[in-house]
C-alpha cells in the first residue's frame, strides 16, 4: 500500500482532487472575506449554497445549460444576499440571528422548490455536468501538471478571484473603502463613504460567489442535487476566513489544504 501511496499516478490524483475539493470552498470562502472585510458577518452562506446548488441545477435541467444554471445560482445567492443586508444593515437586527435564519429558510426552500419540479423519485435526475478542461503545455509539467492544469473552468475561477480579490482589497480606493467600513465605519462616514450601500454591495458580490460554490457541487463535482449536497462547506469556509486572517490568499490557502485532507482520505478508502 505504500508503494501505491507514493506512485505518481496517484500524487498526480491527489493534487486533482485536491482542487477540485477546494474549488466550492475558495469560492464561499472569498465570498465570505468580502463580507466580513465590510463589517457583516454572513452565516447565511450554508443556506446561499444550498440554493445556489438547488438553482444551478434546477436551471441546467430545465434549459440544459450549465452556464444558465452557473448565472442563475449567482443571482439567487444575490438576492438572499439582498434579504441579509436588509436584516442586518438596514433594519439593524442581529448578524448571526438574520444569517442562521436565512440558511434555515433557504434550506426548506432549496428542497420545497426542487419536489415542486422534481417530485420525489427513487433515482434522483441527472446533468450533464461541466467536462475538465485541459491547459496545453502546462499540463505536461511533471507530477502537478496534469492535476492542477486538468481542472473544470469554475476551478480556474476560482484560482483567479485569489490574486484578483486582493489586488481589489488591498490595492485600490475600492477595497480601502471596504476596509475602511468593516473596521471603522464612523470614520468612513466622516469623509463620505456610504456605509449601508458599501456592505450591501459586499454582501451582494459575496452572495454571487456563495451560490456560484455551490453549484459547483452539482454541476461539476457531482451532476444532480441532494439534500446535504453542501455538507458543511459553508461553515469549513468561515473556519477558513478566521484561519486566513481575513486575507483572500491565506483563507484559499486554507481552503486547499482542507481540499487536500478531503481529497487524502477518500482516495486511500479507495486503496482500502
Excluded at 442563475?72 to 438574520?98: D, E, K, P, R, T
Excluded at 503545455?137 to 511533471?142: D, E, F, Q
Excluded at 489544504?257 to 478508502?269: E, I, V
Aim: proline share 4%; net charge neutral.
Amino acid at each position: 500500500m505504500i508503494n501505491e501511496i507514493f506512485n505518481i499516478a496517484f500524487i498526480t490524483g491527489l493534487i486533482g482532487a485536491t482542487m477540485r475539493m477546494a474549488t466550492p470552498i475558495i469560492f464561499a470562502t472569498i465570498g465570505e472575506i468580502i463580507s466580513e472585510r465590510s463589517g457583516v458577518l454572513n452565516l447565511g452562506i450554508e443556506g446561499i449554497m444550498l440554493m445556489g446548488a438547488m438553482t444551478g441545477f434546477l436551471i441546467t435541467y430545465i434549459t440544459g445549460s450549465l452556464w444558465l444554471g452557473v448565472i442563475a445560482a449567482a443571482l439567487v445567492g444575490m438576492v438572499l444576499a439582498l434579504l441579509m443586508a436588509l436584516l442586518s444593515v438596514y433594519l439593524g437586527l442581529s448578524q448571526h440571528v438574520s444569517g442562521l435564519s436565512i440558511t434555515l429558510f433557504s434550506t426548506g426552500l432549496a428542497m420545497f422548490i426542487y419536489r415542486l419540479y422534481i417530485g420525489s423519485p427513487i433515482i434522483p435526475p441527472t446533468v450533464q455536468p461541466f467536462t475538465q478542461v485541459t491547459i496545453p503545455l502546462l499540463s505536461r509539467i511533471p507530477i502537478i501538471g496534469d492535476g492542477i492544469f486538468n481542472q473544470y473552468l469554475l476551478t480556474y475561477l476560482a484560482l483567479l478571484l485569489i490574486p484578483v480579490i486582493s489586488l481589489i482589497l488591498y490595492k485600490t480606493q475600492v477595497g480601502l473603502k471596504i476596509r475602511t467600513v468593516g473596521e471603522n465605519p464612523f470614520a468612513a462616514d466622516t469623509v463620505g463613504v456610504n456605509v449601508n450601500l458599501t456592505r450591501t454591495l459586499c454582501l451582494v458580490a459575496g452572495g454571487a460567489l456563495m451560490g456560484i460554490g455551490g453549484a459547483f457541487l452539482t454541476l461539476a463535482h457531482q451532476n444532480m442535487f441532494l439534500i446535504d449536497v453542501i455538507g458543511g462547506r459553508g461553515w469549513i469556509a468561515i473556519a477558513m476566513v478566521i484561519f486566513g486572517n481575513w486575507d483572500p490568499l491565506k483563507g484559499a490557502l486554507g481552503a486547499i489544504m482542507f481540499g487536500f485532507l478531503d481529497g487524502l482520505q477518500l482516495r486511500l478508502h479507495g486503496l482500502g
